[in-house]
T-cell receptor, first 114, second 112 residues
Framework: NAGVMQNPRHLVRRRGQEARLRCSPMKGHSHVYWYRQLPEEGLKFMVY????????ESGMPKERFSAEFPKEGPSILRIQQVVRGDSAAYFC????????????FGPGTRLTVL | SQQGEEDPQALSIQEGENATMNCSYK?????LQWYRQNSGRGLVHLIL?????REKHSGRLRVTLDTSKKSSSLLITASRAADTASYFC????????????FGTGTLLAVQP
């Protein structure tokens, strides 16, 4: 029973390029959360999605960031025109529909912007 | 900000000793969860305590919750070198999204 999968594990981009981070939730989970962790800090919520719907994007920066969770395939967090301040670890978590329900985290994608 | 605070920021103990970490939060909650993060890795869920519970045990872990003080503590008994990690508390804000609000974390170092 595979856990939450994220890829790539490490991503290096130059300023102005695009970054695409992928997350495959645990089997049977339909809720996906994205969090960002800056160095030496705790995780900060970014966005919550269900299949084909963005439920809460209150933690997303207003520009350059977008997320989707299509009917088929992984959830994608997309960062356009990356800047150095985007360098961070980005974690995806998934949960089922129970209440309360534990969120299971993936290993994260570490984005470095040169 | 709803983010909680954890105390201490860093803790160094000897193997076999107990480690206690504290977490305070600001708003009403449905539940509080503790996670462990090894250096450079993802988060591992340790334990969830609901708002109507006061204490919960899981193996060498003991969690308490005081909703009147908006605080929780995590006790690790008989610590091992493998317990070395950062520990985070996280609260669900009770809204429709169940998003987690994380504390700032405690870095625990267990010396062999």
């Amino acid at each position: 029973n595979a856990g939450v999968m994220q890829n790539p594990r490490h991503l290096v981009r130059r300023r102005g390029q695009e970054a695409r981070l992928r997350c495959s939730p645990m089997k049977g989970h339909s809720h996906v959360y994205w969090y960002r962790q800056l160095p030496e800090e705790g995780l900060k919520f970014m966005v919550y999605l269900q299949k084909e719907n963005i439920i809460d994007e209150s933690g997303m920066p207003k520009e350059r960031f977008s997320a989707e969770f299509p009917k088929e395939g992984p959830s994608i967090l997309r960062i356009q025109q990356v800047v150095r301040g985007d360098s961070a670890a980005y974690f995806c978590a998934s949960s089922g529909t129970g209440f309360p329900d534990t969120q299971y985290f993936g290993p994260g994608t570490r984005l470095t912007v040169l | 900000s709803q983010q909680g605070e954890e105390d201490p920021q860093a803790l160094s103990i000897q193997e076999g000793e107990n480690a206690t970490m504290n977490c305070s939060y600001k708003t009403s909650i449905n539940n509080l969860q503790w996670y462990r993060q090894n250096s450079g890795r993802g988060l591992v869920h340790l334990i969830l305590i609901r708002s109507n519970e006061r204490e919960k045990h899981s193996g060498r872990l003991r969690v308490t919750l005081d909703t009147s003080k908006k605080s929780s503590s995590l006790l690790i008994t008989a610590s091992r070198a493998a317990d070395t990690a950062s520990y985070f508390c996280a609260t669900e804000d009770g809204g429709a999204t169940n998003k987690l609000i994380f504390g700032t974390g405690t870095l625990l170092a267990v010396q062999p």
